[in-house]
């Protein structure tokens, strides 16, 4: 069937298999950085008939053009309480709520756009680029103290969750006094060994201490986006919300794919010394991991009425898998598409979504991987894992893949 999202077709043919399959999420053994073999093996059907964990029919996407479609049409709706899960995730239940305050990831027009349209000009590329000089000293301080204490180090504890730690530290204005007591919270909320009620009371203290900030912005601003935003007419619940959100949406990420992304390099030592003796590669080289490692995987819309996509209908009311990581491994987009190359132009790719609810943070956190990843690998030449491959601990059961540790180790000068 083609790709083609406007192509004819037999629009009637919604018929549906004696049993659809559900989302495969089983990697294979020894392959963390590719997608589930029997998740690529749907590839030759672009869109296609799927069951979710609680029994609802609707649909799973795994080609280029058609989730980019998707994505872009506003008759799919992006609010939590219209959609199914379409496998089990921890500490979230069955039957979704609605967003809470300030969580725009969760709303449609007019609401989202009354909140994207307040934040747009806070993330602009230029505005993102200025901070780069910042990434990089929060990137060297890092460097320092892991070499300092190494010659071996988690790379996720040292280096990864540290710099974009940081950096929504700047971008909230965070006070250096609190900054200790801000990461601690952090961490904890995006420790995978941490039960879920510890998560939760994180999470709550950090509510409380953004609702303190937000008060301290409005009483006296700084040069930060939070005091920015007191101008406008949010409220404080709003305030607040949103600035949980840019922390839950931005540093996870962009932590996971420094992580997950320096285990992608090591185990591809051409394409590692590639990017050493050419660090000019480093905007293409983070390019590539992105659309390579797609670790935001899956994102879910539902139809709010009627739509025929790809010579298929899909029914008001049901709900859509894009598979990001299948999506951007198609080979009518990508040749070669398993292959990391960080020659490929991989202009296009999904791993920040598109349309009305692409990543607004998607500059920033460009700009921490181009520079935090050419320094981490100019600074230590001889860097290595320090376990064997298959002994890497992933987060395969989670929204945002990743590695739970990277142990990693040197050689001192």
């Not at 790709?3 to 009637?12: F, V």
């Not at 919270?185 to 900030?213: H, M, N, P, R, S």
């Not at 839950?248 to 090591?266: H, Q």
């Not at 025929?308 to 894009?322: D, S």
Request: charged share 25%.
């Amino acid at each position: 069937m083609s790709d083609d999202p406007t192509a004819a077709g037999t629009t009637a043919d919604d018929t549906v298999p004696d049993e659809p399959p559900t989302l495969p999420t089983d990697r294979r053994t020894g392959c963390p950085f590719d997608p589930p073999a029997e998740l690529t093996a749907l590839s030759d059907t672009p869109i296609r008939r799927m069951r979710y964990a609680d029994g609802h029919l609707g649909w799973l996407v795994t080609g280029h053009a058609t989730a980019r479609a998707i994505l872009a049409d506003p008759r799919f709706s992006s609010r939590y309480e219209f959609l199914h899960l379409p496998m089990p995730m921890e500490g979230v239940p069955g039957e979704l709520l609605p967003a809470p305050v300030g969580d725009i990831i969760g709303l449609d027009a007019p609401e989202h756009t009354r909140y994207r349209r307040l934040l747009t000009g806070k993330f602009t590329v230029r505005r993102m680029r200025q901070l780069a000089e910042r990434v990089a000293q929060f990137t060297t301080e890092c460097l320092d103290a892991m070499e300092q204490a190494g010659p071996t180090a988690d790379l996720v504890e040292a280096f990864a969750q540290p710099v974009p730690a940081l950096m929504i530290c700047e971008l909230l204005g965070v006070p250096y006094t609190d900054r200790e007591r801000f990461q601690s919270q952090v961490a904890t909320l995006f420790d995978q060994t941490v039960d879920i009620g510890a998560k939760g009371e994180a999470y709550t203290a950090l509510l409380q201490y953004l609702g303190e900030l937000v008060l301290a912005k409005r009483a006296e601003p700084t040069d930060d986006l939070l005091s920015d935003l007191t101008t406008s007419d949010l409220t404080e619940e709003e305030l607040s919300g949103i600035g949980g959100l840019l922390l839950a949406a931005g540093l996870d990420t962009t932590a996971n794919m420094l992580g997950l992304g320096t285990f992608a390099l090591l185990s591809n030592p051409d394409q590692l010394q590639a990017l050493r003796a050419d660090p000019g590669l480093a905007e293409q080289t983070v390019e590539e991991l992105l659309r390579h490692l797609s670790v935001a995987d899956p994102l879910l819309r539902s139809a709010l009425e009627d739509v025929e996509v790809a010579g298929r209908i899909i029914r008001a009311g049901e709900t859509v898998t894009v598979s990001v990581q299948a999506a951007n491994r198609d080979p009518q987009k990508f040749p070669d598409p398993d292959r990391l190359d960080i020659h490929r132009k991989a202009t296009g790719h999904l791993s920040f979504g598109h349309g009305a609810h692409q990543c607004l943070g998607q500059q920033l956190a460009r700009v921490e991987m181009t520079v935090a990843f050419p320094a981490l690998f100019a600074r230590f030449p001889t860097l290595r894992l320090a376990v064997p491959p298959q002994e890497v601990p992933l987060r395969d059961r989670a929204n945002i893949y990743g590695v739970v540790s990277l142990p990693v180790t040197w050689d001192k000068e």
